[in-house]
């Protein structure tokens, strides 16, 4: 009784509590008392001013806008960014969009570094001594690869980073590297994290990047089909991608171990609170770099799964993606673990927004058992009655005779995300593993509301215009489709 009669006791008014517990005397003291009074709420009010004009962007943004993002810093740089592929060979479209091969972009890059030129790689076989084969595809992958032994012997720093391989694997590719001049350090991933390096991406002269799902394979190049991009002329760009790069370099020593924290040299500005603004193609963008696992990313770097989540959570029209496994599983882990977070989001965005969902996962001779049904499991969500908009399909790389013999060759590589705001190109593949324990990255560009330059499509629209050649191309199969079954698929 005494507690709740004590929440009854009368507060005093703000002017009580000012001018207690003594009372002015005089008309002097009183006038003063007054005075205080009038300059502490004039300063109350003007902080509160103060606040919503240089903070209101981290409160949502003003009244309308579209980002809730804060502005990043800004980069002053003429950044190209382009988008380039690898066809397989016997693989041709009807229509839709085309764009320079993957193995000119990196030759490109190799003949324009001056100064250094480091690779974050998986592993190497860019000649195809692996399959003891005489296979003419190969052709440019061996061209590179002696595009790349000329630099060293001209004065340009070559670094390669490669994932420490867990048994054998060919190490001819990386031997010439050495015998060339080049450094190279293999990261111990499964020591550090119980994972991989499956990184993919080139740093020249801390002024061009190329990033992608292209492996350093000669297969990548004619075999296999494969997206990334190449950025030129955006030093703000690579020089970030630079500190991820470093970090796999320092964990490459012997004995190392992930630091934590990471030292300051490491952290980044760029993230997904404070994106990188810049003019991509004479094109306003914001953006920046996440990294996998989050034992990698230092101060300030966005882990990749936010990202990606992140992504899908801002989509209003549509969500499409396209990679080559997709599995809401824990898919190295045992005991076997359930892992839904892609999963989750996906579904949420379709059931509490209405956001179309377009989902094109790769199948070969190599794809898991269980991933039909969980594919079935997404797609059953669209029916005459819900009106939920998802729809998964399978892509199908053709082999004939002499393609089919070629080993871990004709699939569909692609690991990346379009929305109608943004675009994710990355380096792994959609499975619990990839973003909790494998060494991976990813370029996020956001171009909401952005008009090309010229009237020249931005590079989300160039990203969504691949997806749609590909899903509406022959190679593109309903889950059910008996004619993929013949053709290097065989889960059906």
Same mark, same amino acid.
């Given at each position: 009784?005494?507690?709740?009669?004590?929440?009854?006791?009368?507060?005093?008014?703000?002017?009580?509590?000012?001018?207690?517990?003594?009372?002015?005397?005089?008309?002097?003291?009183?006038?003063?008392?007054?005075?205080?009074?009038?300059?502490?709420?004039?300063?109350?009010?003007?902080?509160?001013?103060?606040?919503?004009?240089?903070?209101?962007?981290?409160?949502?943004?003003?009244?309308?806008?579209?980002?809730?993002?804060?502005?990043?810093?800004?980069?002053?740089?003429?950044?190209?960014?382009?988008?380039?592929?690898?066809?397989?060979?016997?693989?041709?479209?009807?229509?839709?969009?085309?764009?320079?091969?993957?193995?000119?972009?990196?030759?490109?890059?190799?003949?324009?570094?001056?100064?250094?030129l480091d690779i974050a790689s998986f592993y190497w076989t860019l000649t195809n001594q692996?399959?003891?084969?005489?296979?003419?595809?190969?052709?440019?992958?061996?061209?590179? /690869?002696?595009?790349? +032994?000329? !630099?060293?012997?001209? #004065?340009?720093?070559? %670094? *390669?980073?490669? =994932?420490?391989?867990?048994?054998?694997?060919?190490?001819?590719?990386?031997?010439?590297?050495?015998?060339?001049?080049?450094?190279?350090?293999?990261?111990?991933?499964?020591?550090?994290?119980?994972?991989?390096?499956?990184?993919?991406?080139?740093?020249?002269?801390?002024?061009?990047?190329?990033?992608?799902?292209?492996?350093?394979?000669?297969?990548?190049?004619?075999q296999v089909k494969e997206l990334g991009v190449v950025v030129y002329n955006c030093s703000?760009?690579?020089?970030?991608?630079?500190?991820?790069?470093?970090?796999?370099?320092?964990?490459?020593?012997?004995?190392?171990?992930?630091?934590?924290?990471?030292?300051?040299?490491?952290?980044?500005?760029?993230? /997904?609170?404070?994106? +990188?603004? !810049?003019?991509?193609? #004479?094109?306003?963008? %914001? *953006?920046?770099? =996440?990294?996998?696992?989050?034992?990698?990313?230092?101060?300030?770097?966005?882990?990749?799964?936010?990202?990606?989540?992140?992504?899908?959570?801002?989509?209003?029209?549509?969500?499409?993606?396209?990679?080559?496994?997709?599995?809401?599983?824990?898919?190295?882990?045992?005991?076997?673990?359930?892992?839904?977070?892609?999963?989750?989001?996906?579904?949420?965005?379709?059931?509490?927004?209405?956001?179309?969902?377009?989902?094109?996962?790769?199948?070969?001779?190599?794809?898991?058992?269980?991933?039909?049904?969980?594919?079935?499991?997404?797609?059953?969500?669209?029916?005459?009655?819900?009106?939920?908009?998802?729809?998964?399909?399978?892509?199908?790389?053709?082999?004939?005779?002499?393609?089919?013999?070629?080993?871990?060759?004709?699939?569909?590589?692609?690991?990346?995300?379009?929305?109608?705001?943004?675009?994710?190109?990355?380096?792994?593949?959609?499975?619990?593993?990839?973003?909790?324990?494998?060494?991976?990255?990813?370029?996020?560009?956001?171009?909401?509301?952005?008009?090309?330059?010229?009237g020249d499509p931005g590079l989300r629209e160039q990203l969504e215009a691949v997806f749609?050649?590909?899903?509406?191309?022959?190679?593109?199969?309903?889950?059910?489709?008996?004619?993929?079954?013949?053709?290097?698929?065989?889960?059906?």
């Open positions: 009784m005494k507690l709740y009669s004590a929440y009854q006791q009368p507060k005093p008014r703000m002017e009580e509590q000012l001018l207690s517990p003594v009372m002015p005397r005089t008309l002097a003291e009183k006038n003063a008392r007054w005075a205080l009074l009038i300059t502490l709420l004039g300063t109350m009010v003007l902080c509160a001013l103060l606040t919503q004009l240089l903070f209101w962007p981290r409160l949502g943004g003003p009244p309308g806008g579209k980002s809730n993002q804060a502005p990043g810093p800004t980069c002053k740089d003429p950044c190209q960014a382009v988008l380039v592929e690898s066809i397989p060979e016997g693989l041709t479209f009807a229509s839709g969009p085309t764009h320079p091969t993957i193995s000119q972009a990196w030759l490109d890059l190799a003949a324009g570094a001056h100064r250094s692996d399959t003891r084969t005489q296979e003419p595809s190969a052709q440019q992958g061996e061209r590179v /690869l002696q595009e790349l +032994l000329n !630099l060293a012997p001209k #004065g340009v720093n070559v %670094r *390669v980073a490669v =994932s420490k391989p867990n048994g054998p694997q060919p190490q001819a590719d990386l031997q010439a590297l050495l015998d060339s001049g080049a450094q190279i350090r293999m990261v111990d991933m499964q020591r550090l994290t119980h994972g991989v390096l499956h990184t993919k991406f080139w740093v020249v002269d801390q002024t061009h990047i190329y990033i992608g799902s292209a492996n350093m394979d000669w297969r990548s190049l004619t703000c760009l690579a020089q970030d991608l630079a500190k991820v790069f470093e970090a796999y370099w320092y964990l490459g020593q012997s004995g190392s171990a992930i630091p934590s924290p990471w030292p300051d040299s490491y952290a980044t500005r760029y993230n /997904l609170d404070s994106p +990188l603004q !810049l003019q991509l193609n #004479g094109t306003p963008a %914001r *953006v920046y770099f =996440s990294s996998a696992p989050p034992s990698l990313c230092p101060a300030g770097r966005t882990p990749d799964l936010s990202a990606l989540l992140s992504l899908v959570d801002d989509a209003r029209g549509f969500v499409y993606v396209a990679v080559m496994n997709y599995l809401p599983t824990m898919e190295f882990s045992h005991p076997r673990r359930f892992w839904p977070a892609i999963d989750d989001g996906l579904r949420r965005a379709a059931y509490e927004r209405g956001v179309k969902v377009r989902l094109l996962v790769s199948c070969w001779d190599h794809s898991e058992p269980s991933l039909l049904p969980f594919l079935r499991s997404l797609a059953a969500l669209q029916d005459n009655r819900t009106h939920y908009d998802v729809q998964v399909r399978l892509f199908v790389v053709p082999a004939d005779e002499a393609q089919a013999r070629i080993p871990y060759a004709r699939v569909n590589h692609n690991k990346y995300m379009v929305t109608d705001r943004a675009a994710y190109i990355g380096t792994s593949n959609w499975s619990g593993s990839y973003f909790t324990q494998t060494a991976g990255s990813a370029l996020v560009v956001n171009q909401t509301g952005a008009a090309g330059a010229a749609l050649r590909d899903w509406d191309s022959v190679y593109s199969h309903e889950l059910d489709d008996p004619l993929a079954a013949g053709n290097s698929c065989r889960l059906l």
